[in-house]
C-alpha cells in the first residue's frame, strides 16, 4: 500500500473512525486524540498492511485505548463542594415533545466499565461479528459473548433507560 492509498483510507474512514473513539472515549477531544494517535501508528506500519486496514486501524484504536486508560488513575476527586447543574440539563423534548433518549443511552454506556464498552461499541455500533470483535480485542469469541450479554444486561436494568410510567412499559 502507498502514500496515496493511506490519504484516501483517511479521508473515507476518518468520520466513522471518530464516531468509533467517541464511543469509546465519551470526550471528543480525547476521540479526536485517540483517532490521530491510531492513524499515526497505522500510518508506519501502512507499508506492512494487508488486506483489511479498517481492522487493524479499529485494533490500534482499541489497544491505544485500553493503554491510555490502563496507566491513567480514573478515580473520583474529593471537592467540598457540589458542582451547579447546567441550565435545561436533563431531558429535552424534541419538536414533537417527546424526550430525546439518546443522552440517557450514550451516559448509560458510559457507565459500563471500559471493556464490555468496548464490545457494545464495536458489536452494535460498528457492526462488527462476534469473530472479528475478538479479532480486535485480541480475546476470545466466548469472552466477546459474555462481555456483551453482561453489558446488554447492565443496560436493561439502567434505571434511567427504564420507562417511567405503566403506559410506556406496555408499548
Not at 38 to 47: D, E, N, T, V, Y
Not at 86 to 112: F, N, S
Not at 138 to 165: E, F, H, M, N, Y
Amino acid at each position: 500500500m502507498d502514500q496515496g492509498s493511506f490519504d484516501d483510507f483517511v479521508a473515507t474512514r476518518s468520520t466513522r473512525l471518530l464516531r468509533t473513539a467517541y464511543l469509546l472515549t465519551h470526550d471528543r477531544a480525547l476521540a479526536e486524540d485517540l483517532v490521530q494517535t491510531s492513524l499515526a501508528k497505522a500510518w508506519f506500519a501502512w507499508g506492512r498492511i494487508e488486506g483489511q486496514p479498517d481492522a487493524y486501524v479499529r485494533r490500534v484504536m482499541v489497544n491505544t485505548y485500553s493503554s491510555w486508560w490502563r496507566r491513567r488513575w480514573n478515580g473520583e476527586v474529593a471537592t467540598e463542594e457540589l458542582p451547579e447543574r447546567a441550565a435545561g440539563a436533563g431531558h429535552r423534548p424534541t419538536e414533537d415533545g417527546r424526550v430525546d433518549d439518546r443522552t440517557d443511552l450514550w451516559r448509560a454506556l458510559a457507565r459500563l466499565p471500559r471493556r464490555q464498552r468496548a464490545v457494545v461499541v464495536l458489536r452494535f455500533y460498528e457492526d462488527l461479528s462476534e469473530i472479528e470483535t475478538a479479532e480486535i480485542l485480541q480475546c476470545s469469541v466466548g469472552t466477546v459473548k459474555s462481555q456483551a450479554s453482561r453489558a446488554l444486561a447492565k443496560l436493561r436494568i439502567d434505571p434511567t433507560l427504564s420507562p417511567t410510567s405503566d403506559e410506556e412499559r406496555v408499548r
